[in-house]
């Protein structure tokens, strides 16, 4: 005979808990933790941001390479990323953290003996330039920090109230990247499944630690005279957009689909990648390292943009390719989505990082293209683009909405309605799309 389960908790019961002592004392715990875990989180943006301008501006022009960095330099650098990311997964705790082509994360809180060998892992995959965010990283950085520092005082912590600060710790992690709190909890509540009486729990320390990591991320560059623009997502300069019409809505549809299928391929590639990567990363790691290297080099050769546009998360460069996005040619555009698309796949299954912001960046530049399209503005197509992009590799449509929303928030109200359309439209499409490749468990 088992035991039975524990029974749920109330709402009742989590209000009393709430309004008690205790939870006022783990609500302190949870603002230090929100401190502590968005510094590190700062150190770790920008560390890995001055090692892309060490790897790819400064050394090279110190090597006397003027403009795009040569082909033999980025194979160098590419492959010697895919050697240090394979040693931080076959031969250090954590396997490098988890493998992006299954989303944002995945499994139990990272704990604080795998930090060392997770953060190796995305120091090494985001800072030399392969293509993949650092969001995953920064909840695995959250979480793991966020219980030791509970260990460090020394206290017995129960297990649920383990859970809330690990919790707040990805909070806080997460909404320094986005500088929103809003979208913070949105991700992560809706990534984790939480709900009822639970929800009630995390929410509010969450929330708190969410907030101080935003304060941070505002204030940290009157502190320090760095700029956390450089790597911080906010809303993007985008042509004001009062309301759609009935083009913008049937081409809303058109590429929601078009997105959909097109990320689910590249998610497929990374699976693939997987399978050859996992049982020997020492070889697989530095040759996939080198065919990245290969497709920036083909597109800086090919056209007038630089080879780095292929490399790295996209998060930076967002900004700047929407607002220019009526100079792109349309060949450009083309080759930028290929070339970045396979090397985002091919990083995806192979390498560490998170899957979102590359997502976001091909996401804005398929929506670029498709404003070409008789009666498609450029705002609205930008905007369905990313949520399309994001929720088909997510599958959080509600993190997806509101991602869009808030990222072409600038532009006005106009495009959330499509936003919404396309975020339903692309989330059919992924989830058909997988009953038809992935085989049942």
């Known amino acids: 005979m088992t035991d039975a389960p524990p029974p749920e908790l109330t709402a009742d019961q989590a209000d009393e808990m709430i309004a008690s002592r205790p939870f006022v004392g783990l609500l302190v715990l949870a603002g230090i933790v929100g ?14 941001y001055q090692l892309q301008q060490l790897l790819f501006d400064e050394l090279p022009g110190s090597l006397g390479q003027d403009g795009d960095p040569a082909l033999w330099y980025l194979v160098i650098v590419l492959a010697i990323a895919g050697l240090i990311v394979a040693f931080a997964v076959a031969r250090l705790p954590g396997n490098g953290g988890h493998v992006p082509a299954h989303g944002l994360a995945g499994g139990d809180p990272t704990q604080p003996v795998d930090l060392p060998g997770v953060m190796l892992a995305a120091v090494a995959s985001i800072g030399f330039g392969v293509v993949l965010g650092p969001e995953a990283p920064l909840i695995a950085l959250g979480t793991g920090l966020a219980i030791y520092t509970v260990h460090l005082t020394r206290r017995e912590v129960p297990p649920q109230a383990m859970l809330i600060i690990a919790a707040g710790g990805s909070f806080a992690a997460l909404s320094f990247i986005f500088e929103s709190p809003i979208i ?11 709900g009822g009486a639970q929800q009630r729990l995390v929410l509010l320390p969450g929330l708190l630690a969410a907030g101080l990591g935003s304060l941070v991320s505002i204030g940290i560059g009157s502190v320090t005279g760095l700029n956390t623009s450089d790597y911080a997502l906010g809303p993007l300069p985008l042509p004001k957009f009062a309301e759609p019409t009935v083009p913008d809505f049937l081409w809303a549809v058109v590429l929601a689909i078009v997105v959909a299928l097109a990320v689910q391929l590249m998610l497929r590639l990374g699976r693939e990648t997987e399978r050859l990567a996992t049982p020997r990363p020492f070889v697989v790691l530095p040759v996939i390292g080198v065919v990245i290297a290969v497709l920036a080099f083909v597109f800086g050769a090919a056209t007038d943009e630089s080879s780095v546009t292929v490399l790295l998360s996209g998060q930076d460069a967002l900004p700047g390719l929407v607002s220019g996005a009526g100079d792109w040619p349309v060949a450009t555009l083309l080759l930028l989505i290929a070339c970045k698309g396979i090397a985002y796949a091919l990083s995806l299954g192979s390498f560490r990082g998170g899957p979102t912001f590359p997502a976001l960046f091909l996401g804005a530049a398929a929506g670029i293209l498709a404003a070409e399209l008789p009666g498609f503005s450029t705002t609205p197509a930008v905007a369905v683009g990313m949520a399309a992009a994001t929720v088909a590799v997510l599958r959080l449509p509600l993190s997806a909405a509101v991602l869009g929303i808030l990222l072409t928030a600038e532009a006005g109200a106009g495009a959330s309605p499509l936003v919404i359309v396309g975020v339903v439209v692309a989330m059919v499409v992924t989830l058909r799309f997988s009953q038809r490749v992935e085989p049942a468990t």
């Open 35 to 48: 401190f502590v875990v968005s510094f590190a989180a700062w150190l770790f943006l920008e560390g890995t």
């Open 184 to 194: 913070a909890a949105v991700i992560l509540i809706e990534a984790t499944g939480l």
